[in-house]
């Protein structure tokens, strides 16, 4: 197989693959047992009780390993990684005593503060299972490195039900080559990102081979307020109303490719300036833009970070004309294939064109990436918001509100503009099975397969 997109995705696909958790994924992203065999809510449902499969750690040589106890589970968590530690804090495990082991193979977690989406979190690679040294319960497959990608080979001797393919091979490519290698019959499987190379996936011709799938999440602009122009407020201000994500969805003619006012497209509409029409929005962006002395007659220049490939260049063109006439003039910034993680990083623009796709449904999780210890400018009043949708706890309504909120306020002087919501495509060969659309855009590779593998 081969995948269009940044190298890190490409490692978090392996990594789900080869890595064991209480909860996994089944072949449409609902959550189905792992090394948890059954589980439930106790009372309320703020605390959750699972039961252990009965397996063993790999042995050494001299027979099977020790077996698996809830107190190993309990101890490894502390073990994870910086994204295990993100993950602990969204599920509630952070604090000490809120995981416990009563008997050998009985896992309880109370999550403070409770959340509704603990089995989501629990069924994330980062937080695989690990034992008190940190070693890792293996997964289906044993991963290895192979050039710029990964190898997974399927442990054991017999097919089992969460790794159906013997062997996986998954190199990261640029769509000009993936596509015409699926065409050629060499890879069987696509998977793209995000728009990149949408467009040359459509125009193959490969009919009912290519799958189209809108996922959690948004496209837009991420702001590099440290310095140059974009330090001003109004003009960050003026960037917010002025960007319309309609022009952009129409230039790649796509029904899923939908504008995004909103930093999450669950969350009602917005009530605040963002809900006005397109003209009174741009009124009123031209007049911060002349308070902060531009306009048409003396453009701002700013530059734009996009990702490789024409598809993200013709969005980012777009939006460029669509701002000019209100006095922005937007360079663009191309990253390297495969190098837009790290030319972002260096912070040598004023803009970038993001996709943060999210990979639980988690609302509050998915605002936390710009609360105030993570980015600038950013809002108290927001970081505080956050807090109290954590605080509703399973509340759902008001775990809402309060997200709802605080997405107002993080509009208010923003840091990342919303545009679309973004969409994930896939070639997949006719004899695979297992591959299904989803809306988180989630595809273990275990389950997918082709005939006689």
Request: hydrophobic residues 50%; aromatic residues 4%.
């Amino acid at each position: 197989m081969a995948v269009v997109g940044e190298r890190a995705w490409v490692a978090d696909m392996a990594a789900e693959a080869s890595r064991a958790t209480l909860i996994r994924r089944g072949a449409g992203g609902e959550l189905v047992a792992g090394l948890a065999t059954s589980w439930r809510f106790l009372d309320n449902g703020d605390d959750l009780i699972l039961r252990l499969a009965p397996v063993r750690w790999p042995g050494t040589g001299d027979g099977p390993g020790p077996e698996l106890v809830a107190q190993d589970l309990v101890s490894g968590l502390r073990r994870s990684g910086a994204d295990g530690r993100a993950a602990l804090a969204a599920a509630g495990l952070a604090r000490r005593g809120t995981a416990r082991a009563p008997i050998a193979r009985v896992v309880e977690f109370s999550p403070r503060p409770a959340t509704p989406l603990l089995l989501e979190w629990l069924a994330e690679p980062a937080l695989a299972v690990r034992d008190r040294r940190g070693q890792l319960f293996p997964g289906p497959y044993e991963m290895a490195r192979d050039g710029q990608g990964w190898r997974l080979q399927r442990l054991g001797d017999r097919p089992r039900p969460d790794a159906r393919a013997a062997s996986i091979r998954i190199q990261p490519m640029a769509a000009a080559t993936a596509i015409p290698a699926f065409v050629k019959g060499d890879v069987q499987l696509v998977l793209g990102e995000g728009v990149a190379g949408l467009g040359a996936a459509r125009a193959a011709g490969q009919g009912r081979a290519l799958k189209l799938e809108a996922v959690q999440g948004v496209i837009g602009l991420a702001i590099n307020a440290r310095s140059g122009p974009l330090m001003d407020a109004r003009l960050r201000r003026a960037l917010l109303l002025a960007a319309d994500g309609a022009p952009l969805a129409n230039r790649l003619a796509l029904a899923l490719l939908a504008p995004q006012s909103r930093l999450w497209d669950g969350l009602p509409p917005p009530t605040d300036d963002r809900a006005r029409p397109p003209a009174e929005r741009r009124a009123l962006a031209a007049a911060l833009l002349a308070e902060a002395g531009f306009g048409p007659g003396q453009p701002v220049r700013l530059s734009l970070l996009v990702s490789d490939g024409p598809d993200t260049q013709a969005l980012a063109e777009t939006l460029a004309a669509n701002l000019k006439p209100l006095g922005f003039n937007l360079a663009l910034q191309r990253a390297r294939a495969g190098g837009f993680a790290a030319a972002r990083a260096s912070g040598q623009h004023d803009l970038a064109l993001v996709e943060q796709i999210a990979r639980v449904p988690d609302v509050v999780a998915h605002l936390g990436q710009w609360r105030c210890a993570r980015v600038r400018p950013c809002s108290a009043a927001a970081d505080r918001l956050l807090d109290e949708a954590l605080a509703a706890g399973i509340d759902l309504s008001a775990r809402q509100a309060a997200a709802a909120a605080a997405e107002t306020m993080l509009m208010a002087d923003p840091a990342f503009i919303p545009l679309l919501r973004p969409v994930r495509w896939a070639l997949v060969a006719n004899d695979l099975t297992g591959y299904q659309a989803n809306p988180l855009g989630r595809h273990p590779l275990g389950h997918i397969a082709a005939d006689g593998s």
